[in-house]
């Protein structure tokens, strides 16, 4: 059956193509910086003559555009950049290759008017692009600049705990989100318990997310994509930059390989605040304990021919902490970590079509080493995965967008396995680590229907096949047998109506399958958390989202305004049963229970992108349930992740060439928690009887970040450039109730006995500076007007 | 620059770790009242004889005096256990009912301080001893107070005895007044084992460790050496002799096997008591009584009384 779907779309792409081709010929390129040769995503292309119809660059910068024999003037354009025009005569294929002009490089950024009115006319919804270069000029917890902070800015994205870079997408948790670098995916997104995300920011390009609409190229997940590019490397001329934080320093080095051939990127980031302590650690009881966290990101790419190029990048990063008491000789050492690399091959088929095709792997693994004498005990955990997908753009028109592709993974998840000894026997866990295969097959239109209607349409297929070993309910399987197969189909549609030159109505609907889920029984995820496979006994969550929202912009499109509603069903939602205590000894497939869960909402956003004043406004009304009959007999409960209202006002200001003020205010419901419903005494000590759960609320949460940015960049041309980054985290220190514990004296039958709740607060007003340099082999006056 | 970078370095850390504590009041309008249940049926030498407490569930006041707890005691209740088709009533007793000798013994049995006892203290028990107490027998519990019924359900397991436990010198650091206890058992191929134990030292009442069970998994019918730490209550807090036991002391030791549904009272109840901070989320104490909370546990013990020697 598949073959012959893949079959079909071929014959149709080689007959369209031999149609048209007396008729209209193609016009197509790459799209990139001017003066690093980084492909731009995203950018727009039309032709000035006819506005409502263009198309926008592909992942890897490429973009075409088939068009009928006649003179053309094409547009080019991204927020940032400088819009570029060219006239060409086209009455025969043509290669051309546009450089865009970066507000870093230039006096006064212009932002095209067509280029803000992409929000309008594209079919996308829910879905912003974060340059990093914003997330840079934002304020920073302790100085570290955080992509996926960033993001939880945005109407519809909150954190589940204050400080913490995990993301709660329109009511969906932290694994529902797919997050991607370069294509591989990110099991563990945060450094430090989550504090920090693992994403090093001076490697990283862009940064996209997809709160819920997600088009068909995009799968295994059911809440959101977050798709992260890193950088490729600066092909003209060699680049440093760096920073020194109060939590970590970074050093970045770009450069060509051969000129405008190949070119490399290295970024390496490291915490030290332990190291600096070592001296006074060393001399106590606890010489050897220290923690820290490093990630190396890492690219290069090859221009083969003009239509090949190789992309080989990699991730790795880890936190490492260790714990010594020598008094009684007792150590622990926990390192865990991502680590993904991925392969790429761009191949222009044809001017109109464009494939890629990647190899990937990514492994996720946590590890566990403690020791007292003779007794010692290791835990391990973990996902390996190795992939290899094939897409393809394919621009038959300049009415369609077509895009296909297929996607296998092999999925190895290790539980918790725990080997130990007492000296005399060694004892080994007796679970069993899963393998899967997840297959997918997509295929998608990006249709201008007319003038003013666009259609995006597509069709997914999801497979998933758990194989052996496995212990089942009732047979067991050998190695590579296999147990279970399931097979989503998955459609996605939405529309795009306009309703005026600068406003539209966009809605739409889509299925979500997810086959890896990660159950977290703590307030945040942690890297203890283990992921585990759909199985025999685990079905594949599903997701069904239906949203509608209107675009407009105002003022010639200076503020952009939108409005969504979503309303989700999510199916298979998966939670550990009431009593749950973490035991290494149970297969934790067996500790689940299955639910039903629900979120809609309403989403406002405006935004100013132009000015030296610019920022946006984004207030999210929300609702987010789950029930399962296994927890309090089926009551409905919120989420723990529930924010009823969440209000975010962000605003950057550039007060002179050289310094830049933001700030961010921040407004949401306090969270859900389950509340004490009384004491019992056992044992002569009091007990907690828990109430309902998530059935009371912490107070509201709310705080105000501001920053200042010196930047001499602006100021002279030069080879070397420096910054400094001041910011203040929670400036009128409100004291956010970060969790809450309960207090008891033991001594109940004294009569003298008392409880009390605490709630604490931890990040409390913060100030820290970051001083930023960077040094390039070309002299440049760099500008930092590029706005939000 | 390092100066300045240090001072900023140290202010900052300072401003981190300068968390804030306040106090908050639970919503008193969650409370319900509930009847808990703390029964065990014992099988050993020396046991006190199957009894209850039977209490009420209390809102969280700030101070629980001696009038709150006294009128938390359930008096008048109408308790029988039934075992291979007979029931058997157990009796309401108050501790000042009790001759003193026999007080002090039953409250040390509880590991209660006789001394800072401010309540009179009632219970249930089955006085006489004829319950049969009998290995892989089924006990069923009723509890009939008022309109209200509770029920639960326990069986009392295989022993397992301890084979051999010895003194050992303290890891890392050398240490002469401390001492590590080490323990051998043989444990049950052909069941799933459940443990608990309470240790005492000298002039001691037995008590529970803060983490007083475990299961077999990880060695299920092997014989399994390990060491076993001196019980402590978690608000005791910690030091560097915790968990050994002082040298030149005579200490007891109780070893238990217990039945699965004790196991995962017990397990979740001293879960829930350290689950505390920024990333834990509560546990609900999983107990076997139908219709309130608690437990109805039976247990078969082995007591140990140790000399543990000078270095």
């Known amino acids: 059956m598949m073959n012959k779907t893949a079959g079909a779309i071929l014959l149709f792409i080689l007959f369209q193509g031999a149609l048209s081709s007396q008729q209209k010929f193609t016009v197509h390129g790459y799209i990139t910086e001017s003066g690093s040769g980084e492909t731009i995503i995203g950018a727009n292309i039309h032709d000035v003559n006819n506005q409502s119809s263009g198309v926008s660059s592909n992942n890897y910068g490429f973009w075409s555009m088939t068009l009928t024999e006649g003179e053309y003037e094409l547009v080019f354009t991204y927020t940032g950049y400088t819009e570029e025009h060219r006239k060409i005569v ?241 150590g622990v050492k926990l390192p865990y970590g991502n680590a993904t690399g991925t392969l790429r091959w761009n191949h222009e088929i044809r001017n109109d079509l464009f494939s890629n095709v990647s190899l990937i792997v990514n492994n996720y693994d946590f590890r566990l080493d403690a020791g007292q004498e003779d007794f010692s005990v290791v835990v391990k955990s973990g996902v390996k995965d190795i992939s290899c997908k094939a897409d393809a753009d394919y621009y038959p028109s300049n009415k369609h967008h077509i895009k296909f592709g297929m996607r296998y993974t092999y999925h190895r998840l290790t539980p918790n396995l725990v080997s130990a000894t007492n000296g005399e026997v060694d004892f080994v866990s007796k679970l069993e680590t899963k393998f899967g295969h997840e297959s997918e097959l997509y295929f998608l239109d990006d249709w201008i229907l007319r003038p003013g209607i666009s259609l995006n349409t597509g069709l997914r297929f999801s497979n998933f096949i758990q194989v052996g070993p496995y212990t089942g309910r009732l047979n067991n399987y050998q190695s590579g047998e296999f147990v279970k197969s399931y097979l989503v189909p998955e459609p996605r549609i939405y529309f795009n109506v306009s309703t005026g030159p600068n406003s539209s109505v966009k809605g739409g609907m889509s299925v979500n399958s997810q086959y890896i889920h990660l159950v977290s029984n703590s307030g945040s995820t942690l890297p203890t958390d283990i992921w585990v496979p759909s199985t025999e006994r685990v079905k594949p969550q599903l997701g069904f989202q239906y949203s509608l929202g209107y675009f407009r912009n105002l003022l010639s499109n200076e503020f952009e305004i939108s409005v969504e509603t979503y309303y989700k069903d999510l199916y298979n939602q998966l939670d550990y049963r009431e009593s749950y205590v973490e035991d290494f000894s149970s297969e934790v497939e067996r500790e689940f229970v299955s639910g039903r869960g629900r979120a809609y909402g309403l989403e406002l956003f405006i935004a100013r992108k132009k000015g030296r004043l610019n920022g946006w406004v984004g207030y999210t009304l929300s609702k987010t349930e789950r029930w399962f009959s296994e927890i309090e007999k089926g009551r409905v409960f919120p989420a723990t992740y529930d924010r009823p209202h969440d209000l975010v006002l962000v605003g950057s200001y550039r007060l002179s060439p050289s310094w830049q003020c933001s700030a961010n205010f921040i407004y949401a419901t306090g969270r859900a928690y389950t509340p004490i419903q009384s004491l019992f005494i056992i044992d002569g000590r009091p007990n907690v009887e828990y109430g309902p759960r998530n059935s009371a609320r912490l107070e509201p949460y709310h705080r105000l970040d501001i920053s200042m940015v010196y930047d001499n960049s602006s100021l002279k041309r030069s080879r070397f450039h420096h910054s400094w980054a001041f910011s203040i985290y929670n400036v009128y220190n409100r004291k956010n109730p970060f969790f809450t514990y309960t207090d008891f004296s033991s001594q109940i039958y004294s009569g003298n006995a008392s409880a009390r709740a605490v709630k604490v607060s931890i990040f409390t007003i913060i100030p820290s500076v970051t001083y930023n340099f960077s040094w390039s082999s070309r002299p440049k006056i760099l500008n930092n007007e590029s706005p939000i | 620059m390092k100066a300045p970078f240090n001072t900023i370095l140290s202010i900052c850390l300072v401003l981190f770790l300068m968390s804030c504590e306040e106090d908050i009041t639970p919503d008193p309008t969650l409370y319900k009242s509930q009847y808990v249940v703390e029964a065990y049926l014992e099988k050993s030498e020396n046991a006190l004889p199957p009894y209850l407490l039977l209490t009420r569930s209390i809102g969280f006041y700030a101070k629980i005096d001696s009038v709150v707890l006294k009128n938390l005691f359930v008096h008048g209740a109408k308790i029988t256990i039934e075992a291979n088709g007979n029931s058997y009533a157990l009796e309401e007793i108050c501790l000042n009912q009790l001759p003193e000798p026999l007080r002090s013994e039953v409250l040390n049995g509880l590991g209660i301080n006789s001394d800072s006892l401010a309540i009179d203290f009632c219970a249930y028990a089955d006085l006489n001893g004829s319950i049969p107490l009998n290995v892989g027998q089924s006990y069923h519990l009723q509890i009939v107070v008022g309109q209200d019924t509770l029920r639960a359900s326990c ?105 699965d549904e004790q196991f995962d009272f017990w397990n979740t109840l001293e879960v829930s008591r350290t689950r505390q901070g920024p990333f834990s989320s509560y546990v609900r104490i999983k107990g076997n009584i139908d219709n309130g909370l608690g437990i109805f546990g039976a247990q078969h013990c082995q007591t140990y009384r140790i000399f543990v020697p000078f270095k």
């Open chain 1, 90 to 330: 086209l009455n025969k294929n043509l290669e051309l290759n546009v450089k865009l002009k970066s507000g870093l490089e230039l006096e006064e950024v212009t932002i095209s008017s067509e280029e803000i009115k992409k929000n309008v006319r594209s079919t996308e919804m829910g879905t912003q692009v974060m340059n990093t270069d914003i997330v840079k000029r934002m304020p920073a917890l302790l100085g570290e600049v955080d992509i996926l902070k960033t993001l939880q800015l945005l109407p519809g994205v909150s954190s589940a705990t204050e400080g913490t870079s995990g993301l709660y997408i329109r009511g969906g948790g932290p694994d529902q989100n797919l997050v991607l670098l370069d294509e591989a995916i990110v099991y563990n997104t945060g450094h430090l318990l989550g504090f920090f995300s693992v994403f090093n920011a001076d490697a990283i390009k862009n940064t996209k997310l997809i709160k819920g609409s997600a088009p068909a190229e995009y799968g295994g997940r059911i809440s959101s994509v977050i798709d992260v590019q890193m950088k490729e490397g600066n092909n003209e001329y060699f680049e440093a930059e760096g920073g020194i934080g109060l939590i970590s320093s970074r050093l970045t080095l770009q450069g060509p390989i051969a000129q405008n051939k190949s070119s490399f990127i290295i970024s390496a980031r490291r915490t030290y605040a332990l190291d600096l302590a070592q001296p006074f650690i060393r001399n106590t009881n606890f010489a050897g304990t220290n923690y820290y966290f490093y990630d190396i990101n890492t690219k290069i790419n090859y221009r083969l021919t003009n239509r090949d190029r190789i992309y080989l990048s990699g991730y790795f990063g880890r936190d490492v902490f260790k714990f010594s008491n020598n008094d009684r000789a007792f």
């Open chain 2, 155 to 259: 069986y009392i397991p295989l022993s397992v005895n301890i084979d051999s436990i010895w003194f050992g010198n303290l890891p890392g650091k050398q240490n002469d007044s401390f001492a590590q206890a080490f323990c051998i058992i043989q444990d049950n191929p052909q069941y799933r084992d459940f443990y608990r134990y309470f240790t005492a030292g000298k002039g001691e009442s037995l008590v529970p460790n803060f983490s007083s069970v475990t299961n077999d998994f990880f060695f299920d019918g092997q014989r399994f050496k390990f060491t076993l730490n001196k019980a402590q209550s978690p608000e005791s807090g910690f030091s560097d002799t915790t968990g050994y036991f002082r040298r030149g002391d005579t200490v007891t030791i109780k070893w238990c096997t217990i039945n």
